[in-house]
């Protein structure tokens, strides 16, 4: 017997709204909670979809057509405006019109789909910065789990519902459609007509699946796309973006969290390197584990491609890799996109480029490409021993492209990459992806910086200060963090 699903933005049966009950207690009880702190972190990072649709009618004698009004959400995963959401949320829409968090209107153009997943990728253009979603893990989820979602159902914006984790990896069809979700997450969370292309959440207020379809005819069946499958298919649509705007010359695959990962999310590793391409002049070898691109943490797939969006042919940006636990930093420059190219001229496994590494015009002074490599290696234990972090340089000119407005207080930065656990920066707080623009009266624009502070003055530090104040720049934001010396 065939069973009936519907997508949730193309369903019109009422189904009545669960709302997060608020708790009763005297005026003095916090009313604060992990699900009001989950949704006020993750609300400005979803968007509401509308446009009018066209619905074909083909008879005997005559083709007429058929409008009405198509709504969903969509997720803010990088802050230039690309935004991930149903393909069927987006389909056929005439004028795709978004409305983000703070009211602001835009019209959206479509960039790539997925119709196998339902998933596709848009863009808006907006002069400030948006916030993307943080995205948590799916492949370890349990049923029972507690879960959020944050949609538009029936025009009502950035509605609130919660419920729990049902089960996992259902196979889902869409009646009267050959479109079927694979390994979907089964919930019991209220989701509705205008739901479709919005988050679920975790308690950690990390994204876990993006809202997909509701049983018809029922209460408390709904699914979801898992996240893994998301951001893999995210990444895929947006590296046709990056493929269409510069060459680097690197295929990579997301695998599970390793030693290399401080932060326990995937690891990228580079499956291959195509003979005479930036990369390959560059030194990147198949088997690296890339750990950032510029200014970005690699936590996924999907950060991979984000690094090198909007990049222009012979520019280059620093690549930080682990190549036989050693913490390497090379430039890359990337070139024009070769049209008609081979795309099997991969070195074979295990081998070096053809090519030999050359440094890049201005190429950040990094353990790859000085000398003395011994010296700086032990000068960087010091740093992890001292102060706890592992990192990577920042080339002038991209901060200075990136971080404009903090140019008159600061001429550069260090990314970084990881941070030991129990270490000084740990207790200051320090997290991967922060950029550290000085520590105590030193500017930090340089792994020469860093390694000088920990290394050669961290003893005089100690005996002086009980607590050494940093700069730090997180999501735009200019923050003063507190090492404790003693």
């Not at 060459?247 to 997301?254: E, K, L, P, Y």
């Amino acid at each position: 017997m065939m069973r009936t699903f519907f997508i949730t933005s193309a369903s019109l049966f009422i189904v009545s709204c669960c709302l997060i009950s608020s708790c009763m207690g005297s005026s003095e009880e916090p009313r604060a909670n992990w699900a009001t702190e989950a949704y006020q972190k993750n609300c400005v990072s979803v968007v509401f979809i509308q446009g009018d649709k066209v619905e074909e009618r083909r008879g005997s004698n005559t083709d007429s057509e058929r409008t009405f009004n198509g709504m969903g959400s969509g997720i803010i995963i990088d802050e230039r405006g690309y935004i991930i959401t149903n393909y069927h949320v987006v389909k056929d829409i005439r004028r795709i019109q978004v409305k983000t968090h703070d009211e602001q209107d835009f019209v959206a153009t479509l960039v790539a789909k997925d119709a196998d997943t339902d998933l596709a990728l848009i863009k808006i253009n907006t002069r400030a910065p948006l916030r993307p979603i943080t995205f948590g893990r799916s492949n370890d989820l349990m049923p029972g789990e507690v879960c959020l979602a944050i949609g538009n159902p029936y025009g009502y914006v950035y509605s609130l519902t919660d419920g729990r984790i049902s089960a996992i990896n259902r196979e889902v069809g869409v009646d009267g459609s050959s479109l079927v979700y694979r390994a979907a997450i089964q919930t019991n969370t209220e989701i509705n007509p205008g739901n479709s292309g919005g988050p679920l959440i975790n308690i950690h207020g990390e994204m876990i699946g993006i809202n997909v379809a509701i049983r018809q005819g029922a209460t408390g069946i709904a699914f979801a796309t898992p996240v893994d499958q998301v951001v893999e298919v995210a990444a895929r649509l947006l590296g046709e973006v990056v493929n269409q705007q510069v060459a680097h010359g690197i295929t990579v695959s997301q695998n599970e969290p390793s030693d290399y990962n401080a932060v326990k999310r995937f690891f990228i590793r580079v499956e291959s390197v195509e003979s005479n391409s930036p990369a390959a002049f560059a030194g990147i070898q198949r088997g690296d584990i890339l750990s950032g691109i510029g200014k970005y943490t690699l936590r996924n797939k999907l950060d991979f491609y984000r690094a090198l969006l909007d990049l222009q042919p012979n520019e280059d940006i620093a690549f930080s890799l682990f190549r036989n636990r050693e913490l390497l930093d090379v430039a890359v420059v990337v070139t024009a996109p070769r049209r008609g190219a081979v795309a099997n001229r991969n070195v074979s496994p295990g081998a070096s480029p053809s090519v030999s590494p050359q440094p890049a015009v201005a190429a950040p002074r990094t353990a790859s490409n000085t000398a003395n490599n011994s010296a700086l290696a032990e000068a960087d234990r010091m740093v992890w021993e001292n102060l706890g972090i592992q990192y990577a340089a920042m080339p002038p000119q991209e901060f200075a492209k990136s971080y404009q407005e903090f140019l008159t207080k600061f001429d550069g930065a260090v990314i970084v990459r990881a941070v030991r656990e129990g270490s000084p920066a740990d207790q200051a707080g320090f997290t991967t992806g922060d950029l550290v623009v000085g520590i105590g009266p030193w500017g930090t624009t340089s792994a020469n910086d860093i390694r000088w502070i920990a290394a050669k003055e961290w003893s005089k530090i100690r005996s002086e200060n009980e607590k050494l104040q940093a700069d730090v720049i997180r999501e735009g934001t200019h923050y003063l963090a507190e090492i404790p010396m003693q």
